[in-house]
């Protein structure tokens, strides 16, 4: 192991074992469903925001049968306070599916996790390394913070994929659950020490402004919506002003579905090719690898043009 990679993880690890914030209530539990939870919640609020309202949310749908049951009005009763909305809808959307489509046990696969409305990437990972223990390369605000600050700090237009590299070159793949509490705790650390080195970064968008804003107007007319009574269609308009078949849980095509596969066989390095049997190296190859797929499995697919 590279001695400088050696250092950054004694650094990380320290901080952690004297600083890390090991008494957070998502930490304490193995459950995927309360985690996603949490997760969810963690999107564009701050822990400690988070925290009653996640207690309170699991007093009031503590298991996902519970949430998926749950009336749009209650939910967004319930979630008052923490704002982003849609968040709340596509967390019951996701309750939803898994009762449908899992029997009401929570997925084990990343690729199954990543379909679930509302999970992206990050999320995704988080949830194999938080509910399963498994190693995923994450990349989040504060992960972002922590390798600009010690591999990148005199750069700038800094992109995702050369952080992703980074990650997972230092991944403690035998306890990464750890591993990316550790890291979060350091970058949010960080970033209350140092200011937001994320502008740095060719990802980084500025969040607007709360007070004045739309979200402030939307969020006072929810309020007096639900305090009406108003129906669930009505609501949704609300949430999703350009919706169309706005009880249906939106799904990923086809395509989506085959490349989310194969690119997370090609993470775990367990994608081969065709007759040869040899490994998978790049990325590029996966890539067409998967849309090879989709397009055999009927899926609409445009063919890459060969101009430069």
């Known amino acids: 192991m590279p001695k400088k990679t050696s250092k950054f993880q004694k650094t990380v690890r320290d901080f952690y074992a004297k600083h890390g914030r090991h ?7 193995r459950a995927p469903y309360k985690i996603l939870v949490s997760e969810i919640m963690l ?11 996640y207690k309170s949310f699991l007093k009031k749908f503590p298991t996902v049968e519970s949430l998926s049951r749950a ?31 899992h029997t009401g046990k929570f997925p084990v696969l990343y690729a199954d996790i990543l379909e679930l409305p509302g999970v992206g990437q990050a999320t995704a990972g988080d949830m194999m390394a938080f509910a399963y223990n498994k190693p995923a390369v994450v990349i989040e605000t504060n992960i972002r913070t922590v390798f600009i600050h ?49 502008r740095q970064s060719k990802h980084y ?14 969020a ?8 009406r009574g108003e129906s669930e269609k009505e609501l949704l308009k609300l949430l999703l002003p350009s919706h169309v078949s706005i009880s249906m ?16 066989e090609y993470k775990e390095g367990k994608l081969k090719m065709g007759r040869s049997g040899k490994k998978v190296k790049s990325r590029t190859q996966a890539v067409a690898i998967g849309l090879s797929e989709a397009r055999r499995a009927g899926a609409k697919v445009p063919k890459r043009s060969s101009k430069n």
């Open 23 to 29: 008494t957070l209530p998502w930490r304490r539990t």
């Open 43 to 53: 999107q564009q609020t701050q822990a400690d925001r988070v925290i009653p309202k």
């Open 71 to 101: 009336s749009l009005s209650t939910l967004l009763a319930e979630w008052q306070g923490l704002g982003y909305n849609r968040r709340a809808l596509n967390l019951k959307r996701a309750a939803e599916k898994i009762m449908k489509d």
């Open 150 to 198: 010690h591999f990148f700090k005199d750069r700038e237009n800094i992109s995702d994929p050369e952080i992703a590299k980074l990650v997972e070159r230092t991944l403690d793949t035998e306890n990464p659950r750890e591993w990316y509490y550790a890291l979060m705790d350091y970058g949010s650390y960080l970033k209350k020490e140092l200011g937001n080195n994320t």
């Open 205 to 218: 968008k500025k969040q607007s402004a709360f007070k004045g804003s739309r979200r402030q107007k939307n």
């Open 220 to 227: 006072a007319r929810l309020r007096d919506m639900l305090a």
């Open 249 to 264: 849980p939106r799904t990923k095509t086809t395509a989506q579905k085959k490349v989310g596969k194969v690119m997370h």
